[in-house]
């Protein structure tokens, strides 16, 4: 057995806005991918994915059925026989590790299930977020259910706000372009719950609230119109402002090892550099209007474009 792929994901643009309804847009990363596999051979690595998903199963016992329901008959039969997730996607660095799993176990046991070839109204799409939102949970305490649903839809995803989200078309890519969105690697992993338990203490600050308000959210919804407009100028106005307020107010999900390099990019202009998920580690998102210079820029580091302008 061997089931169909599932991609890892960027939020380009949205993260921690989205918990308070800012705009955001995740796309697909075909670069990375997992899918349910079974095996006679066990790796360490199987063995372990296996009890993970003994673990989940547990969680998706308690979701109401209401909601969603499962064949839990061929799935702990599976499990038993060893299955596990095969996955590429590498483990706390921003890129939908957690939902690219999601979507696997949906697609093969979720009973009438949504599927990607029906016409995907909103309340559709709001309801795989939400039946996302509680079977990710067990890996994060509290989930958008964003990562798995575009896992599972494999298209460009456009969150207007909590109960407004559509599929998406982005601007085609440029191949000759010298701008680009481009991955960071910072050579460590981060933990999503963590992180968004320290958003969470700050939200209790009002003058946080209000910065996330007034700036952070504003220039987010910019950055996400401006992308989809293909209007680059503006869009690197608007990174720019969005990378200097990370680095002022969400300095701890930033690895303290890439402060001055995140600063440098504004300084110099050379790149911005933003989130790519929660922080804390894994991959830093990099926007350039010349590609070349960030990678002068940047030699020391691991790079991977995303997308061309």
Known sequence: MKGPLFYSKILLFGEYGIIKDSKGLSIPYNFYNGALKMTDTTTD?????????????????TIDTDLVQFDFVSL????????????????????????ALVAAVYDKYAQNKIT??????????????LIFSEMESFFHGKSSGLDPLNSYLSIPILINSKDNIEATGIPAQQSSGKGAVFLLDSG??????????????????????KMLKDQFIKHTDACVDDFLKGDIKSLFANTKQLSKIVLNHFKPMIPKQFHEL?????????????????????YILGFTEDFDRAKA??????????YNF
Request: with cysteine; aromatic share 10%; net charge neutral.
């Open 116 to 129: 990607v070839l029906e016409n995907l109204t909103r309340d559709k799409l709001l309801k795989l977020k």
């Open 45 to 61: 690595e199987a063995r372990h994915s296996n009890t993970r998903l003994r673990e989940f199963v547990d969680h998706l016992r």
């Open 188 to 209: 460590m992993t981060g933990e999503t719950a963590p992180m968004v338990s320290i958003f969470m203490e700050n939200m209790k600050q009002e003058g946080f609230r």
């Open 76 to 99: 702990q039969k599976h499990i038993d026989a060893g299955m596990y997730f095969d996955s590429s996607i590498p483990q706390g660095y921003g890129v939908g590790s957690s939902g």
């Open 262 to 282: 995140w600063k440098k990019g504004i300084d110099t202009n050379d790149y911005y550099l933003k989130l790519c998920g929660s922080g804390g580690g894994g």
């Open 297 to 306: 820029s940047l030699s020391d580091y691991k790079l991977e474009v995303v």
